[in-house]
């Protein structure tokens, strides 16, 4: 799903930007008449989307108005599983959480990836040289690395209550009344997922916004700084305003992943205690392959596709806005 | 033994599934490209030639026991060619009952127990009844009715009717205690509910609990073994198989005693305060290391807790109740298009003896009509009496995950809850609206 909107959104923004340019070339080489012969390249790709994606989305949904065990031929119901969802309280919960896990996989780690991208970039790389930087941004990235299934059994075993490094720790050096029961209460278990996805998407909006800021004119800093600008002031107007398309990019790749979270729940708490950690991907998981209620679980799937395709379109129309705006000025 | 894959953590059961149709498949493939050659069918008579056997045991005491039974049959018969193929428990699940309609089919099988196996392939007409051979070999008056109703099914649902399958071991749900904690302090191992009772408050008074994994499987036994405490056959009759409604109300004596119960020991610091977020293998650890002097486990932590433990004795005592979580293990079947029915009747028979129902104990595993006598494996004399005196009492109370898909996470999801917020009421509604939601 994510990948496409960035793809096509990426066509688009190409597309409108080269017209000009690709039109002058055609008439130059005569390539208008040979246009169709290109059409062929576009196969491998369509064929491609085609079964991967397209296919798989129409018969999700043509299976989401069937009532369907996965076995024998899907009764086909109407609106029913769809009429079930609107009155199903765990489903609007699990969209409930799914906005903590927006703040927890996309607000959060955008801000505090373009200031720690900023305090690499701009203080750490001059004083304590190049090497240190990257050193550091390898560290933080590495997170990124690790598979997700691994990073949520690890964390299951730094948090476990009585045997866990963390709670151990806080014993040890006198805190007795932090050393929570992190995943198995209902107050604090959305509350360490959340921590974990900080800092599992922290690493990729920081290695983003440090490219970002290489592509920035030094210049402009050096400009600012003989100014007197002291450096939140440099960070705010120049660097914070100058990485607007990265900003966008990152706030949508992440707010997608953020909205069909998966693995960290399906690892750690299994959606419990209770449904306090329950989310739509795996709300839909359930239903497909655990109770064997096809029909619902795509419908689950559905709905959580539509919204997904309705808040990329907006992120990538407020977006699109900002890069007319900056080429106006 | 089975049930694991409910029991056990589901990571490794979604990459054993893509396994497993993958098998399955080809299983299906081999059954496709041979066939045709149905006049082979035709010309089987009273003197059988082949057999062929099928079971999915590996490294089990089952499969080492078999084996040695499938041996004295083949000297019995030296004119009969046996055949064995080891399969998986998967690809009897997926692909089974399409084989069992093909001449492909063996002679003797090890099929799963539950609906959706044996249940639709004896509603096919895929499997022999059985009901002649028990009342010649006396299997209907050796074994108790607990165990032999995982083999009786009518329109496919297990629980009675003919019987189209025999288990022939078993495994069960019971507490585990540290044996010299209990000397040393004088208590002695409950035999009631109130007795249980006391002895938690003791452990409390003493800064124990039992160890307790809430955050995974665990807790759903507990959960289950409470209800059983008051339960009768004919309940779990109504609870597994839907026979007569069940009241998940907080005054049902089943259900609503359970949590009832969890609640109270929680609130009276039976547990330890952090329970809903302890993981059934950091529990075991916790009982292995002498830290919590008392855990409900099931017999699948046997060889584990007998490896792991150092530096004290250990035992087990049924849960004090009516009934125990249990059940008999998977069964022996004779596929309708059995070449050799009498012949498998006979293994089946041998299997169900004294000499290899104590060799299964002696090797590991849970024996139905072993004699306690002859058995020497120092785990299994413990395991076995209280296992022997759960099946003589028809106190077998099955698993409380069976009824409909996706209880298991439902009830592991409430129970975690159950044990963090107290909420008996909030639990009770969970589980009784998904049961009620979901059942057929």
């Known amino acids: ?329 | 033994m089975r049930n694991e894959s409910t029991k056990t953590s589901k990571k490794s059961s979604k990459a054993v599934k893509v396994a497993a149709l993958a098998a399955a498949a080809a299983l299906a493939l081999a059954g496709c490209s041979k066939s045709g050659g149905d006049a082979a069918a035709t010309t089987a008579a009273a003197e059988p030639t082949t057999f062929k056997v099928w079971w999915y045991e590996k490294d089990t005491a089952m499969a080492s026991t078999w084996a040695d039974a499938l041996e004295e049959l083949k000297a019995a018969h030296p004119n009969v060619t046996v055949t064995f193929e080891l399969k998986t428990w998967d690809q009897i699940q997926k692909a089974g009952n399409a084989i069992l309609d093909s001449d492909q089919a063996p002679d003797l099988a090890e099929w799963n127990k539950g609906n959706a196996t044996a249940g639709s392939a004896s509603q096919a007409g895929l499997l022999t009844d059985l009901t002649p051979y028990a009342a010649k070999y006396g299997w209907d008056t050796r074994l108790p009715e607990s165990a032999l109703l995982y083999g009786r099914y009518t329109d496919g649902l297990m629980g009675k009717g003919n019987l189209y399958g025999l288990s022939t071991y078993g495994e069960y749900v019971s507490w585990f205690y540290n044996k010299d904690y209990f000397t040393k302090n004088n208590l002695t191992v409950p035999t009631t509910p109130e007795e249980l009772d006391a002895l938690l408050a003791t452990l409390k008074s003493q800064g124990q609990t039992m160890a307790l994994g809430g955050a995974g499987y665990q807790i759903v036994h507990l959960a289950y073994a409470l209800a059983l405490t008051n339960a009768s056959q004919q309940w779990v009759s109504d609870f597994q198989f839907f026979q007569n409604p069940v009241d998940f109300a907080p005054t049902s004596k089943e259900w609503g005693y359970a949590a009832a119960k969890i609640a109270d020991w929680k609130k009276k610091g039976y547990f330890d305060s952090k329970v809903s977020g302890i993981s059934p293998d950091d529990a075991v650890a916790a009982f292995e290391a002498g830290k919590n002097p008392l855990i409900l486990g099931g017999t699948w932590l046997d060889d584990g807790i007998q490896k792991a433990t150092v530096g004290f004795d250990w035992g087990k005592f049924q849960n004090p109740g009516a009934l125990s979580v249990g059940s008999a293990g998977n069964l022996l079947v004779i596929p309708s298009r059995s070449k050799a029915p009498d012949l498998a009747a006979e293994f089946i028979d041998l299997v169900l003896s004294t000499k290899y129902q104590n060799e299964l104990g002696n090797s590991g595993g849970l024996p139905l009509l072993a004699d306690a006598a002859a058995l020497t494996n120092p785990v299994t004399v413990k395991s076995y009496s209280v296992f022997d005196s759960i099946v003589k009492n028809n106190q077998l109370g099955m698993y409380p995950d069976w009824p409909v898909p996706g209880y298991y996470e439902t009830q592991l999801a409430a129970g975690t809850k159950l044990l963090s917020d107290g909420d008996a009421a909030a639990y009770l509604k969970t589980i009784g609206d998904f049961y009620e939601q979901n059942k057929p």
Do not use: C
């Open chain 1, 1 to 329: 799903m994510s990948a496409t909107e960035i793809a096509s959104a990426g066509k688009k923004s190409s597309h409108k930007a080269k017209t000009p340019d690709t039109q002058k070339r055609r008439k130059a080489k005569g390539v208008g008449e040979r246009r169709g012969q290109y059409y062929f390249y576009l196969i491998p790709g369509l064929v491609a989307f085609i079964t991967v994606i397209g296919g798989s989305f129409f018969y999700n949904v043509y299976i989401s108005f069937t009532k369907w065990n996965g076995l024998g031929h899907p009764r086909w119901v109407g609106m029913q599983n769809y009429t079930k969802l609107m009155h199903d309280h765990t489903f609007w919960q699990s969209f409930v959480h799914a906005f903590y896990f927006i703040a927890a996989m996309s607000i959060i780690p955008t801000f505090l990836g373009v200031f720690l991208a900023a305090l690499l970039f701009d203080y750490v790389a001059p004083r304590f040289g190049n090497k240190s930087a990257a050193f550091m941004r390898a560290g933080m990235y590495m997170p990124q690395i690790v598979p997700l299934t691994i990073t949520g059994i690890l964390w299951a075993w730094l948090l476990a209550p009585t045997t866990g490094v963390i709670n151990n720790f806080l014993i040890k050096v006198g805190l007795d009344q932090f050393a929570l029961n992190w995943l198995g209460e209902e107050k604090t278990a959305i509350f360490s997922l959340s921590i974990i996805m900080v800092w599992v998407q922290i690493g990729y909006t920081i290695v983003i916004f440090m490219s970002g800021m290489s592509r920035l004119d030094p210049s402009l800093q050096e400009a600012a700084q003989i100014d007197g600008a002291s450096w939140f002031q440099r960070f705010r107007v120049i660097t914070w305003a100058q990485l607007g398309p990265e900003i966008g990019v990152v706030l949508l790749t992440t707010t997608v992943a953020a909205l069909k979270v998966f693995a960290p729940v399906y690892v750690m708490t299994g959606g419990g205690p209770g449904t306090a950690t329950q989310v739509p991907a795996f709300f839909s998981y359930f239903h497909f392959f655990t109770t064997t209620k096809v029909g619902y679980g795509a419908a689950v799937a559905t709905v959580l596709s539509v919204l997904l395709t309705i808040l990329a379109v907006i992120i990538l129309n407020i977006q699109n806005r900002q890069e007319q705006g900056a080429n106006k000025r």
